[in-house]
């Protein structure tokens, strides 16, 4: 049979998630973030789900701008890295694609070049996150050459980015939101700061645009919460089935190492899904999986195309009874809490060879 692994994506939930955007936003416009192929999910299926509810789509570079344009989508696109080099700004004009400015080079690149249509801008201002954009008090005398330059679409946008918002303690959200505001206001810019979890728990990071990331697919942006707990409903069910069920003695080892052994005679089951799928290497023995709907522990080291899962709760199961490694009932937090690693990189990690349904 043909391997029974896949991922399904629920895009009624989708826009579930976009309309909790909406309530906790409700006269902001919202860029929906759907860089690395959608947080995984499938960057045209997400694009073509939420096109009708959003004002922009913002991806992270060229590449994935063009595939949504190619794909027949219209919304203006944002760069979130801007270009990384002069040949590409010819072609970012021709597709109507908005770029972030946030280095002098790219500055220098962009008011030199002689391109076919102006471009809207975005400017990059690091309030606080030290990765990338202007210092606050770099950022007026570039505006003001932007704003003179007439292959500047207007009017010039201003953006940053939270660093510490997915932690509700931690006092850095005010400080970046005090200096990003006052600057936007000096300068009376659109502006755009606030993430999932600003948008979720700093409402006064809003300003005019939020950018709804990881939110949108149904986790939660905060430290040791569920999607489920802020109203957001799972977009990924990643499945499965069982290809294998056996009887194992009492002591055998189970899997690469023997890391585990068998406390006595027990049916264990294989699952064909491993870290070359996505599923994380680290998840630990007793790791939830849920295997006709109930919950079985995980056992044994991950491989990578295979898991092997404790079997002595379901003394039923049989082979192509179905498996669910994250979904609806069993959320991809939880796993990834597990495997000491966050949902985003569980979600984008699911790859090709996966099919997405």
């Given at each position: 049979m043909t391997r029974p692994t896949r991922a399904f994506i629920d895009t009624a939930a989708l826009r579930a998630n976009l309309q909790q955007v909406r309530a906790c936003a409700p006269t902001q416009r919202v860029m929906a973030v759907i860089k690395a192929n959608g947080y995984g999910h499938g960057a045209l299926k997400v694009a073509n789900a939420l096109e009708a509810g959003v004002d922009a789509?913002?991806?992270?570079?060229?590449?994935?701008?063009?595939?949504?344009?190619?794909?027949?989508?219209?919304?203006?696109?944002?760069?979130?890295?801007?270009?990384?080099?002069?040949?590409?700004?010819?072609?970012?004009?021709?597709?109507?694609?908005?770029?972030?400015?946030?280095?002098?080079?790219?500055?220098?690149?962009f008011v030199k070049a002689k391109l076919n249509k102006p471009v809207n801008v975005w400017l990059k201002v690091d309030t606080g996150m030290h990765r990338l954009g202007f210092a606050p008090n770099e950022i007026e005398p570039i505006y003001k050459s932007l704003k003179q330059c007439q292959q500047v679409t207007q009017p010039i946008r201003l953006i940053s980015h939270l660093a510490c918002a997915d932690d509700r303690q931690d006092d850095t959200t005010e400080q970046q939101t005090r200096v990003f505001m006052a600057l936007a206001r000096h300068l009376n810019l659109e502006a755009s700061l606030a993430n999932s979890a600003g948008i979720l728990g700093w409402p006064h990071t809003h300003a005019d645009w939020v950018r709804p990331g990881i939110m949108l697919y149904g986790v939660s942006p905060f430290l040791d919460e569920v999607g489920k707990a802020v109203g957001?409903?799972?977009?990924?069910?990643?499945?499965?089935?069982?290809?294998?069920?056996?009887?194992?003695?009492?002591?055998?080892?189970?899997?690469?190492?023997?890391?585990?052994?068998?406390?006595?005679?027990?049916?264990?089951?294989?699952?064909?899904i491993g870290y070359a799928d996505g599923y994380p290497r680290h998840a630990p023995s007793g790791t939830p999986v849920l295997v006709n709907g109930r919950r079985v522990p995980l056992i044994g080291r991950v491989s990578m195309d295979m898991i092997t899962v404790d079997l002595r709760s379901q003394p039923n199961a049989r082979i192509g009874d179905p498996v669910v490694l994250w979904g609806k009932n069993l959320s991809v937090e939880v796993i990834a809490n597990l495997a000491n690693t966050i949902a985003y990189e569980l979600l984008c990690h699911v790859i090709s060879r996966v099919k997405m349904l």
């Open positions: 789509f913002a991806v992270c570079c060229l590449d994935e701008a063009l595939h949504l344009r190619e794909g027949g989508i219209d919304q203006p696109i944002v760069l979130l890295e801007g270009f990384f080099n002069s040949d590409e700004l010819p072609v970012i004009a021709t597709h109507e694609l908005q770029v972030v400015i946030h280095t002098l080079t790219q500055f220098e690149h957001l409903q799972p977009v990924m069910q990643l499945q499965s089935a069982l290809m294998s069920v056996k009887r194992c003695r009492q002591g055998e080892g189970i899997g690469y190492g023997a890391t585990w052994r068998c406390p006595q005679t027990m049916l264990i089951g294989i699952v064909p």
